[in-house]
């Protein structure tokens, strides 16, 4: 999706769906389900995040789920197969130093499942409520959830549509809203705003694997020629 420029300007106003914008979103919510029954059939806890989980999607809206279990590629993979759920990508991601190591599973129609391959930090949820996230309950009911966009921008459900406010000025009741720490706003306001600024926000591991390739033996490479790799693995 094209990136998204962050909105400086003071806003609030409400946002009313109309029948079509509607049906997109049950649309989306019948696929997610769809991409998220085998998941659920191997007993994975996830989280589905971002503009699906808030409800302010259209017909570019990405899916992201992000597995919370630790568990083994082969598994993630297996469930996926076993659906007939293609793949069609692989990634080893590491944000920062000091972050999780994560591996990205990636499928047709712009759908990407993460999976941790090292111990969650201490805000690692958080980034995902930040967005706004539902769990498979969630899902189930096809509940709407608070969250942040790209753009720092506050979405708030409501039965008409949203509600729609800059993040700058509204810290507070965006922490309220989402049940998150603190310094999550701070981290990802400081990341987003540089992002706007210079066209990126760079990445401290970023690996494309082939299809073929298998996720541990490949981060294990990785951490034989990269200390802070192999610190963060033995954690």
């Known amino acids: 999706m094209p990136r998204s420029k962050v909105k400086y300007s003071p806003i609030d106003r409400i946002i009313e769906y109309n029948a079509e914008q509607w049906g997109l979103f049950k649309n989306i919510r019948n696929f997610a389900k769809n991409i998220a029954s085998p998941l ?3 007993d994975f806890q996830y989280l589905i995040y971002g503009s699906v989980a808030r409800g302010d999607i259209n017909p570019l809206s990405d899916l992201d789920i992000v597995i919370l279990n630790k568990l083994s590629s082969f598994k993630i993979e297996f469930a996926l197969e076993k659906a007939d759920l293609q793949i069609i990508g692989k990634q080893i991601v590491q944000a920062t130093p000091g972050d999780a ?3 990205h599973l990636f499928l047709p129609n712009s759908v990407t499942i993460s999976f941790f391959m090292t111990n969650m930090n201490d805000i ?3 980034f995902y409520r930040f967005g706004g996230a539902i ?3 969630g899902l189930q009911n096809d509940a709407r959830v608070p969250g942040i966009t790209k753009s720092l921008t506050l979405i708030i459900p409501n039965q008409s549509g949203h509600r729609e406010m800059s993040l700058i000025g509204n810290e507070a009741l965006a922490r309220k809203l989402m ?4 310094k999550i706003i701070t981290i990802r306001k400081r ?8 066209g990126r926000t760079g990445v401290f591991l970023k690996k494309d694997l082939s299809l073929n390739q298998n996720f541990e033996e490949e981060l294990k490479k990785i951490a034989d020629t990269n200390v802070i ?3 963060r693995l033995m954690k």
Do not use: W
């Open 40 to 42: 659920q059939k191997a």
């Open 135 to 137: 769990d498979k309950i």
């Open 124 to 126: 690692a949820l958080d």
């Open 191 to 198: 990341v987003l705003l540089r992002r706007d600024k210079t």
């Open 179 to 182: 049940v998150v720490q603190p």
């Open 101 to 103: 190591i994560k591996g």
């Open 229 to 231: 790799v192999r610190r």
